[in-house]
């Protein structure tokens, strides 16, 4: 996965999200499993499905940690996935690649922990 981090540390869009004290203070509070059980949820309800019809506005940009580390990732959208991730997007995810944007999601907190 570095290879990924050095990609995105290049682009300026990517490397502008930051986890605020608030993000942080929540993942303390609530636990990195149950973090990675929000961001699986995020994922398999809002990225995963092969149809999404608001495709690109389906992230907000703030409200929860995952939400900021979905931008942080290119994990917010089909596109931004197909482009940085190299996966389809005219398709469902599979297990597979869910559970690989979550790590990527997760690894991304725990480096701004």
């Known amino acids: ?32 499993e149950t973090i990675r059980r929000h961001a699986g949820d995020f994922i398999a309800k809002r990225i995963a499905p092969a149809i999404i019809p608001n495709d690109g506005k389906q992230t907000p940009m703030k409200g929860h940690p995952v939400f900021i580390a979905q931008h942080a990732t290119a ?32 690894q991304w907190i725990e480096r701004q922990m």
């Open 1 to 32: 996965m570095d290879d990924i981090f050095e990609r995105l540390a290049k682009s300026d869009f990517r490397s502008r999200f930051k986890l605020k004290d608030k993000d942080k203070l929540y993942i303390k509070e609530k636990g990195l």
């Open 75 to 106: 994990c917010c959208c089909r596109k931004c996935i197909n482009k940085w991730h190299k996966i389809p997007y005219d398709r469902a995810l599979s297990e597979k690649e869910q559970k690989y944007l979550v790590n990527i999601i997760m």
